[in-house]
């Protein structure tokens, strides 16, 4: 598998399939969701919405992943996932962990060979940088799939260099 790290916006990115930092409740929110959302267009949300009439009626729980059309995005497919918001007395990160691993899996489902990731938890739920991003590299690295490419894709300098650290141990 080939990983990569390219700083900038995920909506932007071209690939088989980028990943969404998104909630359990699957209908839109701040920070890479919401940019997610607005550059895929609304389609993306009536799609959410039929999930939650269907198949996810209690929501996404944190760990899993799914798989909706990317829409107006350049990429085909977006995968939404639910990161654990970081707890300082409880240990998430085998749910962190699970976020990409069941993010691999679901693009092994589709048959998405290149996928970009944002820093999963790493913003409003508060997850530490340097850990979040050792987390996703190690996860990635551990993952047996037929993903060829792997993209993880920074949105600032700080959350950059932390991936290229990750990827250096
Ligand atoms: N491209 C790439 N990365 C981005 C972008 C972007 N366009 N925008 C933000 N980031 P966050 P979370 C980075 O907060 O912590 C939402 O409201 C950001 O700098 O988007 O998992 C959801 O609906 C950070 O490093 O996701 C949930 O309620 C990383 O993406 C909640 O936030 C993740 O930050 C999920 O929180």
């Known amino acids: 598998m080939d990983v990569q790290i390219v700083k900038g916006d995920i909506t932007k990115?071209?690939?088989?399939?980028?990943?969404?930092?998104?909630?359990?409740?699957l209908?839109?929110?701040?920070?890479?969701?919401?940019?997610?959302?607005?550059?895929?267009?609304k389609q993306l949300l009536e799609e959410c919405k039929q999930l939650r009439e269907t198949t996810l009626k209690d929501g996404l729980p944190a760990g899993r992943a799914v798989a909706t059309d990317g829409y107006n995005l350049p990429a085909q497919w977006?995968?939404?996932?639910v990161g654990p918001v970081f707890a300082k007395k409880t240990d998430r990160s085998d749910i962190l962990a699970s976020c990409y691993r069941e993010s691999l899996r679901v693009a092994d489902e589709i048959g998405?060979?290149?996928?970009?990731?944002?820093?999963?938890?790493?913003?409003?739920?508060g997850w530490p940088l340097?850990?979040?991003?050792?987390?996703?590299?190690?996860?990635v690295r551990e993952t047996d799939t037929s993903v060829e490419t792997v993209i993880f894709v920074p949105f600032s300098q700080d959350a950059e260099e932390m991936f290229h650290e990750a990827l250096g141990r």
């Open 112 to 125: 998405a060979k290149s996928v970009a990731f944002p820093a999963i938890s790493a913003g409003i739920y």
């Open 130 to 139: 340097d850990n979040a991003t050792e987390i996703a590299v190690r996860t």
């Open 27 to 41: 209908l839109g929110g701040g920070g890479v969701d919401g940019a997610i959302h607005r550059a895929a267009g």
């Open 13 to 25: 990115v071209h690939v088989d399939a980028i990943v969404n930092a998104a909630n359990s409740k």
């Open 78 to 81: 977006v995968i939404h996932t």
